[in-house]
């Protein structure tokens, strides 16, 4: 008999307040980035932190007080502004379980990873949908990626870091928002742990985010990075075919106006550069559809696309198999939302115990539990830890896991196939056709690997 420890623990789960920013630090947008522009940063007492050509972003940094009314009065760039930092996930509770066997027959945590059988993952890949050969740049925090059901997922080769001074594989606390997500895309079916929707898939970590938090600057980088790492002198690497965003920040329409409108522009760069960027909707369980002058970024951001959250009620306690179910704080909203995805929910009343089988044991834990998301995290091993979490931060990866199967099966796809099939893979939900919760419908990986 196996036995597991658990242990509770505070996880993040992507939604925004904001922090206090570095007044040295800018955002700077121009038609394009040449020489004349990084002319201008230097001779307006600045230090050029990256640009990118082809969409004219950069970042700047600088100590001198007239440093932005200098460099806008260059007539350089069209736009710039002071950067922000935000934080842009919260945390709330959750439990982690570890392995403590050394040699399970399967992946000991498959039988309590619902979001499988939600998705139709397990007939994908009998039909041999795994995502390979797909990218997958996750924008988040620290990727683990030498955790035990991470090692040969991870082009480390090809991840970088847009936090100063921290590496790709670096964080704070036992968690790692980061290496959640990147489990839910490609865990290895390996005999171990848990399994990904894409269990083949590439992942490549971008950290835009140290312990929550991380500038615009970081994550705009981070987008052009994924998309174009040529242009950063990352020759030998290829651009994602997916970036997963699974934070969000929600601001008024008018506010950030500047670093907002460059992170548009860096989306949209993505999307001309064929990548599909897909985005967590965030958590407040606002309507946006009738916020009036809010707005979530990066999920409302250029071309990119959202998706919402939902959750089986029960399903450790009654065998409840609503995984359609609308999470309870979800966003969502007309014109927001592209399509759901599992994501976890803690709604479930009270605090009694349920046992479930896993391979080679069992756990035991508060039945609510069973409703949240399992994949890997940091732990305090040098093989890493399992954590459960809810958010439409773990909805984001697992559509980011569908759309890498499509992906596979389709090579060189175009940026606007990839968005068809994917919407037109997913299963019909709530009210028939297109509505604001569910958007196209509720995706479906063996439908995807058919596409």
């Given at each position: 008999m196996?036995?597991f420890?658990?242990?509770v623990?505070v996880?993040?789960?992507?939604?925004?307040?904001?922090?206090?920013?570095?007044?040295?630090?800018?955002?700077?947008?121009?038609?394009?980035?040449?020489s004349?522009?990084?002319a201008?940063v230097?001779?307006?007492?600045?230090?050029?932190?990256f640009?990118?050509?082809?969409?004219?972003i950069?970042?700047?940094?600088?100590?001198?007080?007239?440093f932005?009314?200098?460099?806008?009065?260059?007539?350089?760039?069209q736009?710039?502004a002071?950067d922000?930092?935000v934080?842009?996930q919260?945390?709330a509770?959750?439990?982690?379980?570890?392995?403590?066997?050394?040699?399970?027959?399967?992946?000991?945590?498959?039988?309590i990873?619902?979001a499988?059988?939600?998705?139709?993952?397990?007939?994908?890949w009998?039909?041999?949908?795994?995502?390979l050969?797909a990218r997958?740049?996750?924008?988040?925090?620290?990727?683990?990626?030498?955790?035990q059901?991470?090692?040969?997922?991870?082009?480390t080769a090809?991840?970088?870091?847009?936090?100063?001074g921290?590496?790709?594989?670096?964080?704070?606390?036992t968690f790692?928002?980061?290496?959640?997500?990147?489990?839910i895309?490609?865990?290895?079916?390996n005999n171990?742990?848990?399994?990904?929707?894409?269990p083949?898939?590439?992942i490549?970590?971008v950290?835009?985010?140290?312990?929550?938090?991380?500038?615009?600057?970081?994550?705009?980088g981070?987008?052009l990075?994924?998309?174009?790492?040529a242009?950063?002198?990352?020759?030998?690497?290829a651009r994602a075919?997916i970036?997963n965003?699974?934070?969000g920040?929600?601001?008024?329409?008018?506010?950030?106006?500047?670093l907002?409108?460059a992170?548009n522009?860096?989306?949209?760069?993505?999307?001309?550069?064929?990548?599909?960027?897909?985005?967590?909707?965030?958590?407040?369980?606002i309507?946006?559809g009738?916020?009036?002058?809010?707005t979530?970024?990066?999920a409302?951001?250029g071309?990119?696309?959202?998706?919402?959250?939902?959750?089986?009620?029960?399903?450790?306690?009654?065998?409840?198999?609503?995984?359609?179910?609308?999470a309870?704080?979800?966003?969502y909203g007309?014109g927001?939302?592209f399509?759901?995805?599992?994501g976890?929910?803690?709604a479930?009343?009270?605090?009694e115990?349920?046992?479930?089988?896993?391979?080679g044991?069992?756990?035991?834990?508060p039945?609510w539990?069973?409703?949240?998301?399992?994949?890997?995290?940091?732990?305090?091993?040098?093989a890493?830890?399992?954590?459960w979490?809810?958010g439409?931060?773990?909805?984001?990866p697992?559509?980011s896991?569908?759309?890498?199967?499509?992906v596979?099966q389709n090579?060189?796809?175009?940026?606007?196939a990839?968005?068809?099939?994917?919407?037109q893979?997913?299963?019909?939900?709530g009210?028939?056709?297109?509505?604001?919760f569910y958007g196209?419908?509720f995706?479906?990986a063996?439908?995807?690997?058919?596409?």
């Amino acid at each position: 008999m196996k036995f597991f420890r658990i242990s509770v623990l505070v996880v993040a789960v992507a939604l925004a307040s904001f922090a206090s920013a570095s007044a040295t630090d800018y955002v700077l947008s121009s038609n394009k980035w040449t020489s004349a522009q990084t002319a201008a940063v230097q001779a307006a007492g600045g230090t050029v932190v990256f640009s990118h050509g082809k969409s004219g972003i950069g970042a700047a940094t600088s100590n001198a007080p007239d440093f932005l009314s200098r460099v806008i009065a260059s007539g350089a760039f069209q736009d710039a502004a002071v950067d922000e930092v935000v934080q842009w996930q919260q945390p709330a509770a959750g439990l982690s379980v570890e392995e403590t066997a050394i040699n399970p027959t399967n992946d000991t945590f498959y039988p309590i990873q619902w979001a499988h059988e939600a998705v139709d993952s397990p007939a994908a890949w009998a039909a041999g949908c795994t995502g390979l050969g797909a990218r997958v740049a996750v924008l988040d925090g620290g990727i683990y990626a030498a955790h035990q059901d991470l090692a040969g997922a991870v082009d480390t080769a090809c991840s970088a870091s847009f936090v100063p001074g921290q590496n790709f594989n670096q964080d704070l606390g036992t968690f790692w928002h980061g290496t959640h997500v990147a489990g839910i895309v490609a865990a290895r079916d390996n005999n171990l742990g848990v399994i990904g929707i894409a269990p083949e898939a590439t992942i490549v970590g971008v950290k835009v985010l140290h312990g929550g938090s991380g500038s615009f600057g970081a994550v705009i980088g981070g987008i052009l990075y994924a998309s174009d790492p040529a242009s950063f002198g990352a020759a030998n690497c290829a651009r994602a075919h997916i970036i997963n965003m699974s934070l969000g920040a929600e601001f008024p329409k008018n506010g950030s106006g500047s670093l907002v409108a460059a992170l548009n522009k860096a989306v949209n760069f993505a999307a001309s550069n064929g990548v599909l960027v897909i985005s967590s909707a965030g958590n407040s369980g606002i309507d946006f559809g009738q916020a009036g002058n809010f707005t979530v970024i990066p999920a409302a951001s250029g071309s990119g696309v959202a998706i919402s959250a939902t959750a089986p009620l029960g399903w450790a306690a009654f065998g409840a198999t609503d995984f359609d179910r609308p999470a309870s704080y979800s966003n969502y909203g007309e014109g927001l939302v592209f399509v759901a995805a599992p994501g976890g929910d803690s709604a479930y009343p009270g605090n009694e115990l349920c046992t479930r089988a896993v391979v080679g044991g069992s756990v035991t834990v508060p039945c609510w539990v069973f409703d949240l998301y399992l994949s890997t995290s940091r732990g305090t091993t040098a093989a890493g830890n399992y954590t459960w979490a809810a958010g439409t931060s773990m909805a984001a990866p697992a559509a980011s896991g569908v759309a890498a199967i499509i992906v596979q099966q389709n090579p060189g796809i175009s940026l606007g196939a990839l968005k068809a099939k994917l919407h037109q893979s997913s299963t019909d939900s709530g009210p028939t056709g297109h509505d604001e919760f569910y958007g196209h419908g509720f995706v479906n990986a063996l439908n995807a690997c058919n596409q």
